[in-house]
């Protein structure tokens, strides 16, 4: 996996009310480079949703579907739920995010974590 790409995961619910957090499968930006030597067993990921009213909160990023990212619908990344995920959780990469939206990921991150 690479910056960049754009991988189908699989996240957990947690017990009772999940709150804001996403569950569930779903396309996530994978932020960390990661080879097989890697000694994490973790891997730095942003997911998105389809839930098109979740562009109200700061830190959110609408990624219009195309053939390059391998979204099937226009998504928001949500920037502000960056997480750790153990590796086994991804499923299979399915496209990745054009450059200049990257750029602009790297700038929120950047503000986000006061960077």
């Known amino acids: 996996m690479a910056r960049g790409d754009i991988v189908l995961v699989q996240l957990p619910s947690s017990p009772g009310n999940p709150g804001h957090e996403e569950i569930g499968d779903r ?18 990921i942003i997911p998105f949703t389809k839930v098109k009213s979740a562009q109200r909160f700061a830190y959110t990023k609408l990624v219009n579907r195309s053939p390059d990212n391998g979204l099937d619908e226009d998504s928001a990344l949500l920037i502000f739920q960056l997480r750790a995920i153990d590796k086994s959780r991804l499923k299979y990469k399915i496209g990745h995010l054009e450059n200049n939206i990257l ?10 974590l006061g960077l």
């Not at 750029?103 to 986000?112: E, H, M, S």
């Open 27 to 44: 396309p996530a930006l994978v932020i960390q480079d990661v080879d097989k030597q890697s000694p994490l067993p973790t891997i730095m």
């Open 103 to 112: 750029i602009q990921v790297n700038d929120d991150l950047k503000r986000l």
